[in-house]
């Protein structure tokens, strides 16, 4: 970004004024995702998970810097420098930028609380949709009439943007996704933005239940013509029954079980308030929610940290 | 997003950049002009035939089609329009007021 601003300085009188003010803005845009971020308290764990998946849908560099942010509301976000400042600055400046930067925002209070962030894999759905058009693609590979009214057509689209985020965060978190829905949009009818909460989990556990659903073929169309792989569940749920039960970290196995144990972790959390037994008898069931969320950010980190140390060695060995 | 919410950017904006440096009677440089030229190619490529779209369509062209597709003065404005050269001060103009009315989002 240095870069940019102090080659901009040095072309002022070269680069066409229009030019020079859309990368000034552009970097205005870019800053919010650096100085809005936090370092220090950081939940790597979570993102930890979601740069996991991002991996699946990005092949080749340039490489993703995820930055993190909290907000003072129940709200997500996952999003990034836009694409178009990368290309104008190789465009016009010859600056090749290596890494891209994205940033994930989740509420405040839900920093320590990973089965409560879940739904920021609905919000990389979304970020990989822009990457690549998808929703836009999905409407067009369908019976597009023009003589639809514009009106319609932003519905049609900000559903179809829904309904991928949803089938995408589902690859990960299965039925997770689905609950949090339910539980946070409960009997929501259609909106001019989302679809019905109904629709939306309909499709979801039409997907997981290998069920034949139109949307979930319109996605994978959509998909395969941009050379990306298809929907798919990329979780495995581990059991963590025998670990949670003793008040100890599960030992993840596998980078499908690190998506997964959210999905295990919820189903935990709600069979286990309400009906406290064994080692949980005396929890009070605030502090249940707290210690499965802990377990369940221990387990990660611990997973974290086993595959830093094994590529290490990994690496020393092969030095 | 869980909930609406606008957002700055575009994904035309350089194909908007470009109009505008036309339209202002700038100079456009080369990488912005062949970019246009490319953009617009695949897009109309695309509206041919949208229900069966080329592989690993660039994004842009992806948006500009859709444009293309759900707007029918945008795409009058563009349908002898293959490149750049093809524009002039006052068309650039029109195009570029054309895009700003009623930009489709994601």
């Known amino acids: 970004m240095r870069q940019i601003i102090a080659q901009v300085q040095e072309k002022i009188d070269e680069l066409a004024p229009e030019i020079t003010r859309e990368l000034t803005m552009q970097v205005w845009a870019a800053s919010r995702y650096l100085s809005g971020s936090v370092s220090r308290e950081i939940p790597y764990e979570v993102v930890y998970g979601l740069d996991l998946a991002l991996t ?55 920093k320590h609380q990973p089965l409560n962030n879940s739904l920021l894999y609905h919000e990389l759905g979304h970020f990989v949709d822009q990457q690549h058009g998808i929703s836009k693609l999905m409407l067009m590979m369908s019976t597009f009439d023009p003589n639809t009214t514009m009106s319609d057509l932003k519905i049609a689209l900000s ?112 069979q286990s308030v309400g009906n406290l037994t064994g080692l949980w008898a005396n929890v009070s069931e605030g502090d249940a929610i707290r210690m499965i969320n802990d377990l369940v950010e221990k387990s990660l980190r611990n997973w974290m940290v086993r595959e830093m140390w094994q590529h290490d060695r990994t690496s020393q060995n092969g030095a | 997003m869980l909930t609406a919410r606008s957002t700055a950017s575009s994904p035309l904006d350089i194909i908007r950049l470009t109009l505008e440096m036309l339209s202002q009677g700038h100079t456009v440089p080369a990488s912005l002009s062949e970019h246009f030229d490319s953009v617009l190619s695949s897009a109309k490529k695309l509206t041919q035939d949208p229900s069966n779209p080329p592989n690993r369509t660039p994004v842009e062209a992806i948006h500009l089609a859709f444009e293309l597709l759900s707007r029918q003065a945008l795409r009058q404005e563009l349908a002898d ?26």
């Open chain 1, 159 to 270: 559903h179809n943007a829904e309904y991928f985020a949803d089938l995408f965060a589902a690859c990960y978190v299965g039925d997770a996704v689905a609950v949090m829905l339910g539980s946070m949009a409960p009997n929501y009818g259609d909106s001019e933005t989302h679809p019905a909460t109904q629709k939306r989990i309909s499709v979801v556990q039409d997907f997981l239940g290998d069920k034949d659903n139109l949307m979930v073929q319109s996605c994978n169309k959509a998909l395969a013509v941009q050379g990306l792989p298809l929907l798919s569940k990329r979780f495995k749920s581990p059991d963590i029954a025998s670990c949670f039960d003793n008040v100890r970290p599960y030992q993840i196995q596998s980078k499908e079980e690190v998506h997964g144990l959210l999905l295990a972790g919820q189903r935990y959390l709600v």
């Open chain 2, 81 to 106: 329009i293959n490149g750049l050269r093809d524009l002039d001060k006052n068309r650039a103009s029109r195009l570029l007021a054309e895009m700003e009315l009623s930009p489709v989002h994601p």
């Open chain 1, 56 to 110: 699946d849908w990005v092949t080749s560099p340039p490489k993703y810097i995820v930055t993190t942010a909290f907000l003072a509301e129940m709200n997500y976000h996952f999003e990034g420098v836009p694409e178009q400042f990368y290309d104008l600055a190789e465009r016009t400046l010859g600056v090749r930028f290596n890494h891209r930067v994205v940033q994930v925002a989740l509420p405040q209070l839900y």
